[in-house]
């Protein structure tokens, strides 16, 4: 049996990716590590182990130029001017090609065909676009695929931020919105007056938590009374206490994740 990457710290792992090309810097194995072990607490060795089971199963590109190995999103890779043929890491045994069977799969194109697909009303589950596509006999050499599951699941999260869908408790729908334009992605206009509480991970619990400032740092107002003196939770990271609005972290949270 292929052994796949938690996808979890798969996450995890692309966000660190995409902070560290921010600070414009080569996301190698080692500040990869850094960065997830400390914003996330995980040790080095397990962020190591699942970056290259993310590398194995599609999740993560891994790419070498001039004998140094650097690791891209699939969904965000940038140039690859500079990428060698047979740079890519060969399949797992037993894989079916996971790698090259996944990595060109549009998941934004597939989560709208079954959506769409299904018709139900008040949208559907990821379970049933799941088994939706699996009964799309077009689709057997990707659906059929070990990764499947696992990079459905991490396109529909993907989609979500990127404001291409609306999720509602289990429940996806498209976002027609978003398709306007040149493609620029609409943001829902209302969000809920009040936030779910917060489910802390086991390695989590016991880890200092700085106190939150009451004001938003992107438009000075509180929770209280917004620029429209209007009431809206506001979101505090767990590492400084910086705050912000709900509105301004939903529409940020991909380039500048609070915590």
């Known amino acids: ?19 560290i090309k921010k600070q414009k810097q080569r996301p190698s194995e080692e500040r990869i590590c850094h960065a997830v072990s400390t914003s996330h607490g995980l040790d080095k ?5 699942q970056l290259e089971l993310s590398v194995q199963d599609g999740s ?5 130029n001039k004998g140094l190995a650097s690791y891209k999103d699939p969904d ?11 740079t890519f890491p060969k399949s797992a045994k037993g894989s079916r090609g996971s790698c090259n069977d996944l990595r060109n799969v549009d998941w934004n194109k597939l989560l709208r065909r079954a959506i769409e697909g299904l018709e139900e009303p008040n949208g559907s ?3 049933n676009i799941e088994k939706y596509l699996r009964s799309q006999s077009d689709l057997t050499s990707t659906t059929n695929n070990p990764a499947f599951q696992q990079r459905l699941r991490l396109g529909a999260k993907r989609a979500v931020n990127n404001g291409r869908l609306l999720k509602d408790g289990p429940q996806y729908r ?3 919105g ?13 969000f809920p007056s009040s936030l779910p509480p917060v489910s802390l991970l086991p390695h989590e619990k016991d880890q200092p938590r700085a106190d939150p400032i009451p004001i938003c740092s992107f438009c000075l107002g509180t929770k209280e009374s917004n620029r429209e003196k209007k009431p809206e939770e506001l979101l505090s ?7 912000g609005k709900l509105c301004f972290s939903y529409v940020l949270y991909n380039d500048f994740p609070l915590s």
């Open 1 to 19: 049996m292929v052994k796949l990457a938690n996808p979890l710290y798969t996450e995890w792992i692309l966000e660190a990716i995409q902070k």
């Open 45 to 49: 060795k397990t962020v190591s182990e």
């Open 60 to 64: 993560v590109l891994k790419v070498t």
């Open 76 to 86: 965000n890779p940038g140039r690859f001017s500079s990428v060698k043929p047979g």
């Open 125 to 127: 589950s990821l379970k």
């Open 174 to 176: 498209v976002n027609y």
């Open 178 to 190: 978003s398709l306007d334009g040149k493609g620029a992605p609409q943001y829902p206009s209302a």
């Open 237 to 243: 990271c767990a590492d400084c206490g910086s705050s």
